[in-house]
């Protein structure tokens, strides 16, 4: 998830979320080939012992070749091909390597949450094999392992057979400022503060109120509710072919234009400058908290909080708890290639990659921190029962252990509202709904402008 979110800093300016970018995996022997379809490393020609993987980081190939170190039996190379989802690059050059079948057609290959559901559910999905079909005891694993309903969700075709999972947990908490609740309300339990705060919109504004009376925002900016309104939604935004405006994401516009017409935020756009000084405590008014999952407090606000140790900046003034409604943001899931002729070796690295939940599984090392020695950065894991096992305490949090929030956050997430648009869907809704709060347009026409764009840009019946 770090180079992930490392790319969304990239390339935030233009807007582009959760946008990866390959960056560099010391000691490790991958080739990555260019967009162009040109090698830019050295490479293993498709064989019978040789495993084609396609990603849009280095993450989940690096993951495989930790894999190999700990299981020196495993006898394939890996051939890697690394696409930055930048510009919308890695999604037509999968698809044509899928179609084209082959020798060189991806054996593994990845999506992350903004168009994952194109691969599992959508026009791409007949690619994918079934978890069952590798040899998997699907139902007992996913028992076993405690994985989050959402993310299973995601992962099923339309036939209810499993196709991908992920590694990471990214089930959202509400993500705040201890020295802010202290002042406001007396205390920074996240038990009470989760109280202050929720369940449900009502009492999030009456938590916005007794701020704002103390001169803070509750948010930065109406971006940081979006995820959870969007994911809180009873259904997406196409249903049987047409768009479709759930009655909780149209709801944003009240809920958009509520914050800023009382001031309860800074009026920020997230991932530009003015959010990131809101992190370090440094913009128009203190602020008391964000939303989202544990890659959100690990690679973009530790690294942006003006500090490294505790006083320094807003570094230890954080803890988490339950949001006033559940959801989940990103993620990257891992399919495998029906036509793969090397089922066998792709079973063992996608089980221990997504489903081993033993001290031996990537995600124990994920979650503790050590995957590559001690010391590293602890991250929550698809895994309810690895969390459970692992200490997931850091200093940023002030010591909390924030599995204690993460775990329930990954069952209170829903992964039934996904369409395979909603990236760019996404954009048009919340472009439209800050031309509405700024008061450029009328609700209705904000509505019709975003309907119109819909249907011009996308093979969606608008009604």
């Not at 405690?146 to 959202?172: E, F, M, P, R």
């Not at 072919?241 to 958009?256: T, V, W, Y």
């Not at 602890?378 to 690895?386: E, I, L, N, R």
């Amino acid at each position: 998830m770090k180079k992930l979110v490392t790319s969304m800093l990239c390339v935030s300016i233009a807007a582009s979320l959760l946008a990866g970018c390959g960056g560099s995996t010391d000691g490790q022997n991958m080739a990555t080939n260019a967009p162009d379809g040109s090698n830019t490393g050295v490479s293993t020609e498709g064989g019978s012992n040789v495993i084609n993987v396609w990603a849009f980081t280095d993450e989940v190939p690096g993951m495989i070749e930790k894999y190999k170190e700990s299981h020196p039996d495993f006898a394939y190379d890996i051939n890697t091909t690394i696409i930055a989802t930048t510009d919308g690059a890695y999604q037509p050059a999968l698809d044509q390597a899928l179609a084209a079948g082959g020798g060189d057609a991806p054996d593994i290959y990845c999506a992350e949450a903004a168009f994952v559901l194109k691969y599992t559910q959508g026009s791409a999905s007949q690619y994918a094999m079934p978890y069952e079909d590798l040899g998997i005891d699907v139902d007992a694993a996913l028992k076993e392992a405690d994985i989050a309903q959402y993310t299973v969700d995601v992962g099923t075709n339309g036939d209810g057979k499993l196709v991908a999972l992920g590694y990471q947990a990214s089930g959202g908490a509400f993500i705040y400022r201890r020295s802010i609740a202290k002042d406001v309300w007396g205390t920074d339990e996240p038990e009470e503060i989760a109280a202050k705060i929720g369940p449900g919109w009502d009492k999030f504004f009456e938590a916005a109120e007794a701020l704002k009376a103390k001169g803070y925002g509750i948010v930065s900016g109406d971006g940081d509710i979006w995820h959870a309104v969007e994911n809180s939604s009873d259904a997406g935004w196409i249903v049987d072919g047409k768009l479709n405006i759930d009655p909780k994401r149209e709801a944003f516009l009240d809920l958009s234009k509520q914050l800023k017409d009382n001031g309860y935020h800074n009026d920020t756009q997230d991932w530009q400058d003015a959010w990131f000084a809101d992190i370090k405590g440094e913009g128009e008014k203190g602020i008391l908290g964000f939303f989202g999952p544990a890659w959100l407090i690990n690679y973009t606000m530790a690294p942006n909080c003006g500090g490294e140790t505790v006083g320094e900046g807003t570094y230890g003034d954080w803890a988490v708890c339950e949001p006033p409604i559940g959801f989940f943001w990103g993620g990257t899931w891992l399919m495998v290639n029906k036509d793969s002729e090397k089922a066998d070796a792709v079973r063992d690295v996608i089980q221990w990659i997504t489903l081993d939940c033993t001290e031996d599984g990537l995600q124990y090392k994920w979650a503790n921190g050590t995957l590559n020695g001690e010391g590293g950065t602890k991250d929550a894991v698809a895994s309810g029962t690895v969390m459970s096992m692992s200490d997931g305490a850091i200093e940023f949090l002030g010591g909390q252990n924030m599995f204690d929030a993460f775990v329930p956050a990954n069952q209170y997430a829903k992964g039934t509202n996904l369409t395979q648009y909603d990236e760019t869907i996404n954009t048009y809704w919340r472009d439209q709904v800050r031309e509405y709060t700024s008061g450029n347009k009328t609700r209705e026409q904000a509505i019709a402008d975003f309907k119109q764009q819909v249907a011009d840009n996308l093979d969606v019946i608008v009604e």
